[in-house]
């Protein structure tokens, strides 16, 4: 404790609270699996804490995006079943499938090397086959798909791999009622009738992500992919609050005030001057900046919770360090600003920030630098 009190800035990850949205997110799925995507490090909250406390609370799968990713929680020990999406011509093919790793495949140069792969490991692939049903990025085209099945139902009468999977992605689901919604499930389910028909037999056809997995049941399939609802944030503020849905935030980022002083009026803060103080007035200075990924577009915007009121930030957000106006208020150096968290304190929420850097929460959370620490809170699941 006393150690993590007197840490520059620190992420507080709740794993408890991992655990109750994982449980949270089973039950929303109405008997879909469910897979607890960790890419990007768990969305900055450390893939590798946050895989172990998703399995404990019943997650039946992982995701991740690079090889890479999912090769480094096999090598930490992480079993189960464990897919990644994002491949580029080279691998790590023969490395994934030696590691019993899930693979992607949207296209017949992927299909041609992780047959390759296998057959240099001596294994058989497990190989989910990607559909663009509207997203427009990764995936198999509708139009190629005849040729990827066949070339896919070739292989696995060859003995080199088996179609475990059939799945896609959503453009908007982050949109109720966007038409594209029923669009993409048409298209997905007719992709999946076609493979079928060829003789594909997929253990798991999976499209939900955590916005339709919260909003959009006929989607969950046999296997639902969570990500941000997983680390109680909600996709988008249009679909509600985290509380709405019955989930809580995993992440609280705080920092150590590193001066609190008294200035005239007048007086400009931080670069460009674009914050002049009033009157005779006290400032904090918070020691995290761009750098820890607060973002400099929150400059002038961003909120944080400093001695019981939540304030605004005065001027620019620096690579290591912000200024906040305190009005007169005299904290000692040392006591707390807390940016974001679940609630409990008044403290704003990572959509707080979202809104005031103009962009998601996803983006708030994954880009917490790596010189702010992880602190894991409730590693031990709850006994009972
Ligand atoms: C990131 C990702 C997810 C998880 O999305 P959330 O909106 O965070 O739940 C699911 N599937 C794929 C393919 C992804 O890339």
């Known amino acids: 404790m006393n150690e993590t009190a007197s840490l520059r800035a620190r992420a507080e990850i709740d794993l408890a609270a991992l655990r109750a949205n994982v449980r949270v997110l089973r039950e929303r799925a109405s008997g879909a699996q469910l897979m607890a ?4 490090d768990g969305y ?22 690079t090889p890479q990713e999912a090769l480094a929680l096999r090598e930490a020990g992480i079993g189960g079943r464990l897919m990644c999406w994002l491949w580029t011509p080279g691998g790590p093919w023969r490395e994934a499938v030696e590691a019993d790793i899930d693979v992607s495949v949207s296209a017949l140069w992927a299909l041609r ?3 390759a792969a296998a057959g240099a490991a001596g294994r058989t692939a497990r190989v989910h086959l990607k559909a663009d049903t509207g997203l427009g990025r990764n995936g198999c085209q509708p139009a190629d798909w005849p040729e ?10 060859a003995g080199a791999l088996r179609v475990v999977g059939l799945w896609s992605h959503f453009a908007c689901a982050d949109e109720p009622g966007h038409p594209s919604i029923e669009a993409q499930l048409t298209v997905f389910r007719d992709m999946v009738a076609y493979a079928e028909k060829e003789g594909v037999r997929p253990e798991v056809r999976h499209i939900a992500n955590s916005p339709a997995t919260l909003t959009v049941p006929e989607s969950h399939f046999d296997l639902v992919r969570t990500g941000i609802a997983m680390y109680g944030l909600s996709p988008s503020p249009e679909l509600g609050t985290p509380a709405d849905f ?11 005030l590193a001066l609190v002083k008294e200035v005239p009026p007048g ?12 009157a005779e007035t006290t400032l904090a200075l918070v020691p995290v900046g761009y750098a820890d990924g607060v973002p400099r577009h929150a400059s002038g915007r961003g909120p944080v919770l400093i001695d019981g009121t939540v304030r605004t930030i005065a001027g620019r957000v620096a690579m290591d360090q912000f200024v906040v106006d305190l009005g007169g208020d005299t904290p000692e150096p040392g006591a707390r600003a807390v940016l974001f968290g679940p609630g409990d304190q008044g403290e704003p929420g990572a959509e707080d920030w979202a809104a005031a850097a103009d962009t998601i929460v996803y983006e708030i959370v994954t880009r917490i630098g790596r010189r702010v620490p992880r602190i894991h809170l409730n590693a031990a699941p709850e006994r009972g």
């Open 44 to 65: 900055g909250h450390g893939a590798l804490p946050c895989a172990r406390a998703a399995q404990e609370a019943g997650a039946a799968w992982l995701g991740t995006a």
């Open 148 to 157: 990827l099945v066949s070339a896919a139902r070739a292989a696995e009468e």
């Open 267 to 278: 007086h400009g803060i931080s670069y460009g001057h674009h914050y002049t103080t009033s």
């Open 246 to 256: 019955g989930l809580r935030p995993v992440m609280t980022l705080s920092a150590s």
């Open 113 to 115: 090397e992780v047959v």
């Open 37 to 40: 995507v960790v890419k990007s």
